[in-house]
């Protein structure tokens, strides 16, 4: 018995991932080819997205977005519960990525997880940056290494990228130094509505060079000096939530590791010991999946905390920041 309802399962899968956008009613040449150009490539996609967005992103008007979108619910069933082996059985094609540091990687359950946000915040300093840096370089190297063996994509918001970086590090993990820099694609983003557009053509560029790491430097800093003051709160907030949500859509559809950098201001408490809070709010807080407080050590040590995760404990680990990139430095 148990086995024919896994197969009607198998079946009833099988035949939704054939259904293309095209078998939408509603959803001619046309239609279609503006919802693959804004990055609505399957009809699950479809199927979660909001009118209001649709018709921003491609031109369809709201109401026959919301019509299209209904008519993909259908299709798609969604709105059905899962059991949670189903769910186990899905996430274990959930990956790893190395950071670089044993130590941190520790403190993250064996690496950075795809299909999910990993935030970096801290002061000028911290070594966000630096990580980001080391992150681009790890994703290049073969699976065996801790790597996905893939190219990068970064959205550079304060021209923090830098090439010369990327080729000490290279060198130092024995890489073609020349073969990474042409695996990493960059774009810098000069306020916040290009950097929401850059986020939504990642899922064009990864379809063409297949990435499975999209990092984010600084993922806040645009929109926090854009929206000034409490009179643009709502608004910077709508525009953030949107903006990470497509970044996790990507990660879910990549099946990608998304790590983003964030600013810290300060705040009349205490933060973990630190008069310093991570900009963005409950937004940022509630949609970032992991959250990692970097701050400045001795000898370039710089400690990592872990303060939020969905299953792992809070914790506290040491890195190294140096030439060679990011360490145990043991």
Do not use: C, W
Not at 233 to 261: K, P, W
């Amino acid at each position: 018995m148990e086995k024919n309802e896994k197969k009607l399962k198998e079946d009833e899968t099988e035949k939704k991932e054939e259904i293309g956008i095209e078998d939408i009613p509603g959803v001619g040449e046309a239609t279609a080819e503006k919802l693959r150009e804004s990055n609505y490539t399957d009809v699950m996609a479809i199927a979660v997205a909001s009118p209001s967005d649709m018709a921003n992103l491609t031109g369809i008007g709201e109401g026959a977005a919301a019509k299209i979108i209904a008519a993909a619910r259908k299709i798609a069933d969604v709105g059905n519960f899962e059991t949670g082996d189903e769910i186990y059985q899905r996430r274990k094609g959930v990956q790893k990525l190395t950071s670089g540091s044993h130590n941190l990687d520790t403190l993250l359950g064996g690496g950075l997880e795809t299909q999910a946000i990993s935030e970096f915040f801290g002061e000028f300093g911290s070594g966000k940056t630096q990580i980001m840096h080391q992150l681009a370089v790890t994703a290049t190297m073969p699976i065996e290494r801790g790597g996905f063996n893939t190219d990068v994509i970064i959205i550079d918001t304060e021209n923090t990228f830098r090439p010369e970086r990327i080729i000490q590090m290279a060198k130092a993990k024995d890489l073609d130094s020349d073969e990474v820099l042409a695996r990493i694609r960059v774009a810098r983003a000069y306020n916040s509505h290009h950097q929401i557009l850059l986020g939504d053509r990642a899922g064009e560029i990864a379809k063409e060079h297949p990435a499975r790491l999209l990092i984010v430097d600084s993922l806040t800093s645009h929109f926090r000096s854009e929206y000034m003051g409490r009179g643009s709160l709502s608004e910077r907030q709508q525009l953030l939530n949107r903006h990470m949500h497509d970044l996790l859509r990507f990660g879910t559809l990549h099946n990608a590791v998304i790590a983003v950098t964030n600013q810290v201001s300060a705040r009349p408490d205490v933060f973990f010991g630190d008069p310093m809070a991570p900009v963005g709010g409950n937004i940022v807080g509630h949609t970032a999946t992991f959250r990692i407080y970097l701050r400045k050590g001795k000898a370039g040590k710089r400690i990592a905390r872990l303060i939020d995760s969905p299953y792992l404990p809070e914790g506290e680990t040491v890195l190294q920041v140096s030439e060679d990139g990011v360490s145990d430095g043991t």
